[in-house]
T-cell receptor, first 114, second 112 residues
């Protein structure tokens, strides 16, 4: 069975500083990996995904994540954050052996301070 | 293209009652999944439907049930509500199993 661990429940950071949100997964087979963002009182929005191919994936708003198979990680990074990036971020994994059931991590609350 | 629509957005029910939540997926999407989100437990998978068949089920009691109609719209039902059922219930749809899920805004259920 797959599982996801987000190592930080909260990450406070100053505006324009870089940030890394950590995600590790557990699976014995190939997986698909996702990062979702949730703004207050909203559903989840897909930020970026890794299905296959290049291990570095990017979103349109400056976030990127790198799939590292040896370390079973899929950390999310942004070189310079904005106040508007304040939200909760969820890492998720799905795999064929799990019937592609998407399993979410506990979430990391990113708080960007002025 | 319309997104995933969940109704109602907010709901207050009394312990012991039952409730039905509705989800209309993105047009053309055949897979619908339901999640329960609470501060303590995070996002927990309830079940997934594809072409009117339940394909996956999470670890929830039998009070939680769902179904999917021929137009891919889905409903979930919770019977004999408990205080602990208070949560944000999220529905997500996807084209198929291997593509990303698109989420609705959720239904916030409060049980009093």
């Amino acid at each position: 069975a797959q599982s996801v661990t987000q190592l930080d429940s909260q990450v406070p950071v100053f505006e324009e500083a870089p940030v890394e949100l950590r995600c590790n997964y557990s699976s014995s087979v190939s997986v698909y990996l996702f990062w979702y963002v949730q703004y207050p009182n909203q559903g989840l929005q897909l930020l970026l995904k890794y299905l296959s191919g290049s291990t570095l994936v990017e979103s349109i708003n400056g976030f990127e994540a790198e799939f590292n198979k040896s370390q079973t990680s899929f950390h999310l990074r942004k070189p310079s954050v904005h106040i508007s990036d304040t939200a909760e971020y969820f890492c998720a994994v799905s795999a064929p052996t799990g019937g592609f059931k998407t399993i979410f991590g506990a979430g990391t609350r990113l708080f960007v301070k002025a | 293209k319309a997104g995933v629509t969940q109704t109602p957005r907010y709901l207050i029910k009394t312990r012991g009652q039952q409730v039905t939540l509705s989800c209309s997926p993105i047009s053309g999407h055949r897979s619908v999944s339901w999640y329960q989100q609470t501060p303590g437990q995070g996002l927990q998978f309830l079940f997934e439907y594809f072409s009117e068949t339940q394909r996956n089920k999470g670890n929830f009691p039998g009070r939680f049930s769902g179904r999917q109609f021929s137009n891919s719209r889905s409903e979930m039902n919770v019977s004999t509500l408990e205080l602990g059922d208070s949560a944000l219930y999220l529905c997500a749809s996807s084209l198929n199993r291997e593509t990303e899920a698109f989420f609705g805004q959720g239904t916030r259920l409060t049980v009093v």
